[in-house]
């Protein structure tokens, strides 16, 4: 068949690379540059602890895919299964902690715990007041500048059209299925699928399904480079927001970092977010608790990027309860960017079979309507 994809972020191009793949005829239309959205402007954490457990079976697959993607892809996107650890500094996060590792090993998902000893040995100079962490060994980093655009040309060799910098006009149901009008030219096709990020909740609007999505930014910094030393990607369990840091460092030796800020909302139009230099000093500070050396280096760039938030938090993923043909996979949170291969794959399967192996209930649009 033929598929419409609008949106040229992870998602999008992901899952423009499994439908061509699969052998579908696919046009991927994107309104800026490929990747330039909420993917350029993601920290690159490849987690599966803490996630919604439900959602689980798809962080799992998506992992996979992320061990392939070197090959499957033909260059390097920076994939490093180097770890996630959580250090947790009070009793709170550590119940938190072992409530969570407990119901998540059903779900396929084992987290060792860590005391401060286990710490101090296997990852010293991080977080020389926890009383303990989670490590999932499994888990790591990718590169977020990468991985859109390698998935993109890798679609391209397989026949898929990617239009970038096509400003969206018009979107319609026809008698054969689909119509986008662009700045580029129309492009029509049987199936649609909605990837368009923070902008996904529009497309949906047009054909009768509205999603309660937020447009926000996330605060993210740059280290200048340090010699290489911290392997995990890192974070905390906490219930106090003011501290929710996480960071890891990339192998040129810069330290990637970002949360303790208040997500700042963003205008869809025209889109774009900026990081509020007010915010560093008590961001750095959460930091600082994770990594008390980063005191002591120069933040070099800081960025914001505009994320869809979806009021529960969980993405909307899976067909359409009004138009057939019609599939969406936007409002991932915030927490999106280990998902996307898993997610593209996912939604080639179903868009091609009419099934998924991996179970999509919980991010079926009409939950919204079935909750009213």
Request: hydrophobic share 40%.
């Amino acid at each position: 068949m033929d598929v419409i994809v609008l949106g040229g972020g992870l998602m999008g191009t992901a899952s423009a690379y499994f439908l061509a793949r699969r052998g579908a005829r696919v046009t991927l239309v994107e309104r800026n540059r490929i990747g330039g959205g909420a993917t350029v402007a993601s920290f690159g954490n490849i987690r599966r602890t803490g996630r919604h457990l439900p959602q689980l079976p798809l962080a799992h697959r998506s992992l996979r895919l992320w061990g392939e993607a070197e090959k499957m892809l033909g260059r390097d996107v920076e994939f490093r299964a180097t770890g996630h650890v959580r250090l947790i500094f009070d009793e709170g996060g550590l119940a938190d902690m072992r409530s969570y590792a407990e119901a998540a090993r059903p779900w396929g998902l084992e987290l060792e715990q860590l005391s401060p000893r286990e710490i101090r040995a296997r990852f010293p100079g991080l977080g020389p007041d926890a009383i303990a962490a989670s490590f999932s060994p499994h888990d790591g980093s990718g590169n977020p500048r990468l991985i859109a655009p390698a998935f993109a040309e890798a679609a391209r060799k397989l026949g898929a059209k990617i239009i970038d910098e096509a400003r969206v006009e018009k979107i319609e149901r026809t008698d054969s299925g689909f119509l986008v009008a662009s700045s580029k030219g129309g492009f029509a096709a049987e199936g649609l699928l909605n990837t368009a990020g923070a902008w996904g909740a529009r497309v949906a609007a047009l054909f009768g399904e509205e999603v309660p999505l937020d447009a926000r930014g996330p605060q993210m910094g740059v280290t200048e480079p340090l010699p290489h030393r911290i392997l995990p990607v890192v974070g905390i369990w906490t219930r106090d927001k003011d501290y929710g840091a996480y960071l890891r460092q990339v192998e040129r030796g810069n330290i990637v970092f970002g949360g303790a800020a208040e997500r700042v909302s963003v205008d869809l139009d025209p889109g774009h977010a900026a990081a509020d230099p007010m915010r560093l000093p008590t961001q750095l500070r959460a930091v600082a608790r994770l990594l008390p050396a980063i005191a002591q280096v120069a933040v070099i760039r800081t960025w914001s990027g505009c994320e869809g938030y979806v009021r529960d938090m969980l993405p909307v993923m899976g067909g359409s309860s009004t138009t057939p043909g019609l599939f969406h996979a936007f409002g991932f949170s915030g927490h999106g960017f280990q998902l996307g291969p898993g997610v593209g794959d996912a939604m080639a399967e179903l868009i091609t079979t009419g099934d998924c192996e991996t179970a999509l209930d919980d991010f079926r649009i009409d939950r919204f309507n079935r909750g009213a």
